[in-house]
């Protein structure tokens, strides 16, 4: 059963960095038949894909988002990471990370999520 | 970037009937479309990859079609754990994007 769960500060200030993590249990997170999504809702609005990064470190990006968005992987510790800079009002919203399948691409497996206030 | 649309926006119906949702995009995206169902305060949840194969342990009343640039997701026979918000997503080209929802409402 593949699990994941996401964790990190629920409040941040204006220009300063959100880092989030995501915990893996149960499967492979190397395969290389999965890619390793974050997803993000502002509050009571639409999902909106940030990016998503392979096994191999390739990377996509939300061109939105780009200049300020880095995710990893940390095999070590099956954890998934994200970082997004100078965050501001803007950038409230629950945080979901997920796991796409390369031959059935669709986000099959979703962390619960974690809500990120942006606020002074 | 590929826009995707969602009509309605909301729907409303009662338990039994038969209900269709449509998904445009802005451009082809062959078949490689999904659908998720979300309740409040959860995460998504997959219906559909593919633009018409049934995620493992979803009921059959869902079903998917489409290809191109037009897509469909319809419940056979509505029931009562049914009513929630509805997404598309587009996964042909990157950035992948998600249509507005379609909130699902019981009439």
């Known amino acids: 059963q593949v699990q994941l769960q996401e964790s990190g500060p629920g409040l941040v200030k204006p220009s300063q960095t959100l880092s989030l993590t995501c915990a893996v249990s149960?499967?492979?997170?190397?395969?290389?038949?999965?890619?390793w999504t974050w997803i993000r809702q502002p509050a009571g609005k639409g999902l909106e894909w940030i990016g998503r990064i392979h096994p191999s470190g390739s990377t996509n990006y939300n061109p939105s988002l780009e200049s300020r968005i880095t995710i990893s992987l940390e095999t070590s510790k099956n954890q998934l990471s994200l970082k997004l800079t100078s965050v501001t009002a803007a950038d409230t919203a629950v945080y979901y990370c997920a796991r796409d399948e390369e031959w059935s691409p669709a986000a099959h497996y979703w962390g619960q999520g974690t809500l990120v206030t942006v606020s002074s | 970037d590929v826009q995707m649309t969602q009509s309605p926006s909301t729907l409303s119906a009662s338990v039994g009937d038969r209900v269709t949702i449509t998904c445009r995009a802005s451009?082809?995206?062959?078949?490689?479309l999904a659908w998720y169902q979300q309740k409040p305060g959860k995460a998504p949840k997959l219906l559909i990859y593919k633009s018409s194969s049934l995620e493992s342990g979803v009921p059959s009343r869902f079903s998917g079609s489409g290809s191109g640039r037009e897509f469909t997701l319809t419940i056979s026979s509505l029931q009562p754990d049914d009513f929630a918000t509805y997404y598309c997503?587009?996964?042909?080209?990157?950035?992948?994007?998600f249509g507005q929802g379609t909130k699902l409402e019981i009439k």
């Open positions: 149960g499967g492979s997170f190397t395969s290389g038949n999965y890619y």
């Open positions: 451009q082809s995206i062959s078949s490689w």
């Open positions: 997503q587009q996964y042909n080209s990157y950035p992948s994007s």
